[in-house]
């Protein structure tokens, strides 16, 4: 068995959770808040192809829409595979989002930094949409 290293990075936004899981559980809006998912969404079948950061081709399959606040996603590049764990729940009267990201055996440290800082980016860019 491997367990790897994991982060968990959060935000905690001004508005009730369900309003804030109806939006971020659209795959068009991720492009407006997830710069580090990618760019260039367009729907094939069960999947979404978009660009990751880089222009790189990707493509991403999302949890159905659920009552548990659940935002999981897949996202298929070249030969790898990249599961990631987001939760939207209640925060009193708001919301907290959770997003799970795991050190990789090919992540350096470097990178693993790098990707932390880039998920937070994108949750402080979805609360600021959010909170306007």
Do not use: C
């Not at 493509?59 to 030969?79: K, Q």
């Amino acid at each position: 068995m491997t367990i790897y290293k994991s982060r968990i990075i959060t935000v905690s936004i001004d508005r009730d959770w369900r309003e804030v899981y109806d939006f971020a559980s659209i795959p068009e809006n991720f492009q407006r808040w997830a710069a580090g998912l990618g760019r260039r969404f367009e729907r094939s079948g069960e999947e979404w192809a978009a660009e990751d950061p880089d222009g790189r081709p990707i493509r991403i399959r999302f949890s159905r829409p659920n009552e548990f606040g659940v935002l999981d996603h897949i996202v298929f590049a070249e030969d790898k595979e990249t599961r990631n764990a987001v939760r939207v729940v209640p925060n009193g009267t708001g919301a907290e989002v959770m997003f799970v990201l795991l050190r990789t055996p090919d992540m350096t440290e470097e990178i693993f930094a790098a990707d932390a800082d880039a998920v937070q980016r994108d949750l402080n860019t979805l609360k600021a949409m959010l909170e306007r």
